[in-house]
């Protein structure tokens, strides 16, 4: 049976778990069957007589699996440049909360708005990313903080999937923060979230997995507890928020829960490291709020290659604290500002991004069976990829055998 | 006589001078003909009886004068990926120098390169920084340092500005680091630069100024004022690399040459400070470097608004120290990192930058007689355009009048 499409005259990254590094094949092609990868390797292994409906010469570029991006807030309504402004003006905190400020203002934006405008804003954002060669995307909820808000957030998420050949992969965070009619009583907003909200979006299935935000001034170690315990009742994975601006334990926490991926992590100490290591749970930074917020403590890198904990890295796109849609900078970021090696930055944008979602059975790796998502880069070699900064080498993507000339985007 | 194009129904910024911050003007338009601005203003104040012969429903979007990128080096050969990925991995400056890492990476890989190389390459980076709304470019030489080289580069810099509707303004930094030929002797080297080289490029018009790097591993100040002296006798006005990494009064003898620009400025006192207010010499600041070296000082920002120095921003484009390609990842890397404000960043890049450059009289701001160099952006309001990070809102570009239906890039 002939290949729909082999990608040939390509260097590889495979990222395969029995190969060294990220797995590097010079020299190889990729062949497609029904959206999955069917061979990728070497060009010398491929069958003398594999035929194929397209045959795409690569001219010497690289391949790549499609880029990962395992943490981000796309959905909200508005955008916090003025509150960005103020601040550089010199405005405090609190002359800022004063003024509507803060996260209560990206809430307010998004309650006021539709579900269209939700996608509309969102595009915009999950289009700049697609243009770096993303082709799984985590969104969260977050900023609607009332039932119906949040249930319009992940159906917007959802629907960006639809609108772009790009697979979603949706969390609900009902508990990132605390909405203003709450009143400070963050144990019955939390009761909400268990028993209101979560059951809802589960019978919509609206929600991948369940995530919580672990701070002092989000929600504590007890209440993120319930929250996921709640998830596992409706049978969701979970991941955290954890350790971003203190240690509560939030990485031990997200471990003995078997979470997917415990997020942050800059104050995890190294029972945390040890404890997430134990539990696969991946370790995803986010090198963009590192970067806005000017933080001076770095995650625990050298922990994290001392046990072997698998480590990804994202966007964490968001209008407060990271308003990043760039992986690529993403990367360049995490290997200026947190010293991970290139290896570790194109690992963890691929491979361990889909671990950290689940997904690694289905993404991640040039590997057959797995879904051919993939990015194709007009580049000499693969640390140009986090070298570079603000420029995009990207030549083309393809997600599920499908080449750009095959869909608009 | 009608307009060539009116843009109406825009927001502006026009960088005015006699107007505060940004010189917005709400509800606006642009006028151009033959390729200068006619009018900029409240589009309350177009004669009623304006024709034009293409009129642009600019829908709401701002506008701002084209961006004008008034420090690169953007023409050399190769790159240092691998460089960047040896630091990563642990490797020091010995054995990357032992490796042939380095600036004697880039001139040799330079020197090997063909003038239609030097011009590939540079394309691509010069695209990427079009795309962002750059219609004013500086190129510098200096990875030559030899005459047939730096004359080289210099040719693919001006053919740059053929190959693209864009303007090139070039500087001749010969004086950039010493070649290994020279054997250390740097007083030798000065010669050439001041009695070979300097002659031979001004004789083919190929710099419109002269730029050099003092400072303990380049040149003294004594050598510097050398480079300065041979600038003036062939009439070419002189800017400087300045105290980046060491006090040398960089600024200040920046400044008695009556230098349009000192770029970098890390470690320039309040004496430098002044001197260069004085002179009205601009200073450049350069976050791309100060965020890729990790550096901890960030220029004297303070000292520049207490005595009301001329302030710009620029990318800095550069294999090694500042592999940027986006001069709104600049602005937003000033405001996080230097904690310039939005209206610092912007008129920084703008009516700064095209002072910097010794060109106000012709771009930087939305004014009649100038050339009509636009950015039109979909944005609600300007500080989007340092807040968001890997973010491009560019809408169309126009450079002396023509909008991007008229030319191809």
């Given at each position: ?75 909200f309504g ?35 708005a539709?579900?269209?405008e939700l996608v509309a804003s969102g595009l915009k954002r ?284």
């Amino acid at each position: 049976m002939p290949f729909d499409t082999i990608w040939t005259h390509a260097h590889l990254t495979t990222m395969a778990p029995d190969r060294p590094g990220l797995g590097i094949v010079e020299d190889g092609c990729v062949a497609a069957r029904d959206g999955r990868i069917v061979f990728a390797g070497a060009a010398a292994d491929l069958p003398g007589d594999a035929r194929a409906t397209e045959t795409i010469n690569c001219g010497g570029r690289w391949i790549t699996p499609g880029l990962v991006d395992c943490h981000t807030h796309l959905i909200f309504g508005g955008h916090r440049a003025n509150e960005f402004a103020m601040r550089l003006d010199g405005a405090t905190y609190e002359e800022i909360s004063h003024a509507g400020g803060g996260i209560a203002s990206s809430m307010r934006a998004t309650r006021a708005a539709s579900e269209a405008e939700l996608v509309a804003s969102g595009l915009k954002r999950l289009d700049h990313l697609i243009s770096e060669g993303v082709t799984t995307i985590e969104i969260k909820s977050g900023y609607g903080l009332d039932q119906d808000t949040e249930i319009r957030c992940l159906r917007a998420a959802r629907q960006l999937g639809r609108e772009r050949a790009v697979s979603v992969v949706t969390s609900f965070l009902g508990a990132h923060a605390m909405p203003p009619e709450a009143d400070g009583d963050k144990d019955a907003y939390i009761d909400r979230v268990c028993n209101e909200m979560l059951p809802a979006i589960a019978k919509l299935n609206l929600a991948d997995a369940v995530d919580a935000f672990c701070e002092g001034i989000a929600f504590s170690p007890a209440q993120t507890a319930r929250v996921f315990a709640a998830a596992k009742a409706h049978g969701l994975p979970v991941k955290l928020h954890a350790d971003q601006l203190s240690n509560l334990h939030g990485a031990r926490l997200a471990a003995e829960h078997g979470a997917l991926s415990a997020d942050h992590l800059e104050h995890t100490d190294e029972d945390g490291v040890i404890a997430l290591t134990r539990a696969s749970t991946v370790a995803v930074v986010l090198p963009g709020a590192f970067y806005a917020l000017r933080e001076t403590q770095a995650p625990p890198i050298a922990l994290f290659r001392k046990h072997g904990t698998h480590l990804a890295l994202a966007t964490d796109s968001n209008p407060g604290t990271s308003p990043l849609t760039s992986l690529l900078l993403a990367m360049n970021m995490g290997a200026t500002l947190f010293r991970l090696t290139v290896d570790e930055c194109l690992l963890g944008v691929t491979r361990e991004a889909a671990r950290a979602l689940g997904k690694l059975h289905e993404i991640g790796t040039l590997e057959a069976g797995k879904f051919c998502d993939l990015a194709i880069w007009d580049i000499e070699q693969p640390a140009e990829l986090a070298y570079r900064i603000g420029f995009n080498p990207l030549h083309a993507r393809v997600w599920h055998g499908r080449s750009p000339t095959h869909f608009s985007n």
